[in-house]
């Protein structure tokens, strides 16, 4: 059951970039990096609440849950009953 992070497009709403949230948020720009191309395992609060507040949205802007027998471990499977 992953967990997405939908960072990158909060960020292009927001048009703000890596180099910019990373100094913002007070993060490496390493770790944002991480954060935004899914390969993080975990996140501290207090990071996610400096993110939101610097993006003004809430956790659930950015992070997404995805059921187990939606997601192949690199995309999001379709149902196959919604057409």
């Not at 207090?46 to 659930?60: K, R, V």
Request: net charge negative; glycine share 4%; proline share 4%.
């Amino acid at each position: 059951m992953p967990i997405i992070v939908n960072l990158d497009v909060m960020m292009a709403k927001r048009k703000v970039g890596v180099s910019e949230l990373a100094s913002r948020v007070g993060i490496t720009l390493s770790n944002l990096s991480i954060l935004k191309n899914n390969r993080a395992k975990a996140i501290r609060f207090s990071t996610l609440c400096a993110i939101c507040s610097e993006l003004d949205c809430q956790p659930g802007d950015i992070l997404e849950f995805i059921p187990d027998e939606k997601y192949d471990g690199e995309i999001i499977l379709e149902d196959e009953d919604e057409d």
